[in-house]
Nanobody
Framework: VQLQASGGGLVQPGASIRLSCSSSDGTFRNYHVGWFRQAPGKEREFVAGINRVGNTYRPNPMKQRFAISRDNAKTTVYLQINSLKPEDTAIYYC?????????????????????WGQGTQVTVSS
């Protein structure tokens, strides 16, 4: 499967943005999908994940402003970010891992995903 991340851009502080992670593979519903971000000079960090059965996980700092969802009919996973801050500026990557696991757990580490998209830049600035 190939992933295409899109929806990034230059946005003002306080605005919202919705990023998309799309696949042309009709079996995308059988993948866990995660969103990560990497700011200049910083390590890549996990921001949200959704497993194949629709359970989601966000780290505590992301819970208020970040939301992840999936539309299996459109083979797309979305990342909604509200009340954007300059510190949200980063390249946002989506990643996927094929699985038959129906447990409620959501992968959240880099090495739990083997398929990565190319990233989409989000810049928050006035």
């Amino acid at each position: 499967v190939q992933l295409q991340a899109s929806g990034g851009g230059l946005v003002q502080p306080g605005a919202s943005i919705r990023l998309s992670c799309s696949s042309s593979d009709g079996t995308f519903r059988n993948y866990h999908v995660g969103w990560f971000r990497q700011a200049p000079g910083k390590e890549r960090e996990f921001v949200a994940g959704i497993n194949r059965v629709g359970n989601t996980y966000r780290p505590n700092p992301m819970k208020q402003r970040f939301a992840i969802s999936r539309d299996n009919a459109k083979t797309t996973v979305y990342l909604q970010i509200n009340s954007l801050k300059p510190e949200d500026t980063a390249i946002y990557y989506c990643a996927a891992e094929e699985t038959s696991d129906d447990s409620p757990s959501v992968p959240r580490k880099n090495n739990e995903y083997t398929i990565w998209g190319q990233g989409t830049q989000v810049t928050v600035s006035s």
